[in-house]
């Protein structure tokens, strides 16, 4: 297993920090994952793009953009890198009242993909459209999304779809959520305070190279109940099915195929260069 802390690679994929470590303690930090496909990065720039945003918005000061770049080099060159897999950059603050950060990357395995079955999770910890200092970051305070998970889990689910109080549909804990009505692509947009995930943004450029249109916008759960396909968008899974919605039933469709086909093979496009 591929660890490397502050720059320097950890040969048992274990490492020391400090108790007073606020990622530790408090959650205090950012992340990113980011895909690799035969040894190459999918999005890279983009993944670091929102990583420097998100470390902003923490006021975190991360390392230069060479050096984390030269970091995510040095783990994609590993001879023992499984596939699938990813690589995750865990950037946390290394003491209170400090901007100094401690970065963990390490190599991720990735299960086989798989269409979903979800349930509705009220999230209220989601701003839905309020303006405040994290929106759209994405930190490592996942605790309120991983509830939500182990919700739909303890359901007979494999994940949750939140929504706010009014029920308006956000995203789900570790995706982007779509579905479509009519042959039009619906997703919730980014103005609700959703993570601006990197696979929903090229599902929606691959889109747009196959005429495909996709309105973003602010719905209720009701209309996506109606809907004729679901999907969901995520680095791990790409683009998926989901096939059950608090036991209504989607079958796969053909818009879902097309964009799963047209961002595979936006994906291979922009891997090969």
């Known amino acids: 297993m591929f660890v490397m802390v502050d720059g320097h690679v950890s040969n048992d994929g274990t490492f020391v920090t400090s108790y007073a470590d606020q990622g530790l303690q408090r959650g205090d930090g950012c992340f990113e994952f980011v895909r690799l496909y035969g040894g190459r990065y999918f999005a890279l720039d983009d993944h670091l793009d929102r990583l420097e945003r998100s470390a902003a918005s923490l006021q975190l000061r991360l390392p230069e953009r060479r050096t984390l770049e030269e970091w995510f080099a040095m783990a994609a060159g590993q001879h023992d890198v499984p596939e699938p897999c990813g690589v995750r950059l865990v950037v946390s603050r290394r003491a209170p009242d400090t901007d100094q950060v401690r970065c963990v990357l390490g190599v991720d395995s990735l299960p086989p993909a798989r269409q979903w079955t979800m349930t509705l999770v009220t999230a209220p910890w989601q701003p839905a459209g309020e303006a405040w200092e994290l929106a759209g970051a994405k930190t490592l305070s996942y605790a309120p999304n991983m509830a939500a998970a182990r919700v739909a889990t303890d359901r007979g689910f494999d994940d949750a779809i939140l929504v706010d109080r009014?029920?308006?549909?956000?995203?789900?804990?570790?995706?982007?959520?779509?579905?479509?009505?009519?042959?039009?692509?619906?997703?919730?947009?980014?103005?609700?305070?959703?993570?601006?995930?990197?696979?929903?943004?090229?599902?929606?450029?691959?889109?747009?190279?196959?005429?495909i249109t996709v309105v973003e916008g602010t719905f209720h759960a009701d209309r996506m109940l109606t809907a004729d396909e679901v999907m969901g968008m995520s680095t791990a899974k790409e683009v998926?099915?989901?096939?059950?919605?608090?036991?209504?039933?989607?079958?796969?469709?053909?818009?879902?195929?097309?964009?799963a086909e047209a961002f595979r093979s936006r994906v291979n496009r922009l891997t090969a260069t």
């Open 166 to 211: 009014a029920g308006v549909v956000l995203e789900a804990p570790r995706a982007a959520i779509a579905w479509v009505i009519a042959g039009v692509v619906e997703t919730p947009s980014l103005d609700l305070g959703i993570l601006d995930s990197i696979t929903r943004r090229h599902v929606i450029l691959a889109a747009q190279e196959e005429s």
């Open 240 to 259: 998926a099915p989901v096939v059950e919605i608090d036991h209504a039933r989607y079958p796969p469709g053909e818009v879902t195929k097309a964009l």
